[in-house]
């Protein structure tokens, strides 16, 4: 198992920005990428956004224009700049690193790596 570590989260008033960060340790296939899920209460969990080896981003209606992924390849790490924050955006927000061609898949996969969630809250 390669262990996902998120950090940041938090409590945000409505919009402000906030960022997120995850950190994977070891090696991760070049057919991989890495993103983001959220899970609000009461609510299925919902793709956010991904992005691949190659940079190639890919994110969910609610957040295009206001979340922007990104990557440090070196470090293994992906960042989630979230601005313009709103209420509904509260959820618990899980980073993943899945297969590249099934990333926004709600199917479980046996090799689907999940962090442990960290909770985001924008009040209004």
């Known amino acids: 198992q390669v262990p996902l570590v998120e950090i940041g989260g938090g409590l945000v008033q409505a919009g402000g920005p906030l960022r997120l960060f995850c950190a994977v340790s070891g090696r991760t296939s070049s057919d991989s990428a890495m993103g983001w899920f959220r899970q609000a209460p009461g609510k299925e969990r919902e793709f956010v956004a991904t992005i691949r080896w190659s940079s190639t981003t890919q994110y969910a209606d609610s957040v295009k224009g206001r979340f922007t992924i990104s990557r440090d390849n070196a470090k293994n790490t992906v960042y989630l700049q979230m601005n313009s924050l709103k209420p509904e955006d509260t959820a618990v927000y899980y980073c993943?690193?899945?297969?590249?061609?099934?990333?926004?898949?709600?199917?479980?996969?046996?090799?689907?790596?999940w962090g442990q969630g960290t909770q985001v809250t924008v009040s209004s």
């Open positions: 993943a690193v899945r297969r590249g061609i099934r990333f926004t898949s709600k199917n479980p996969y046996d090799d689907d790596l």
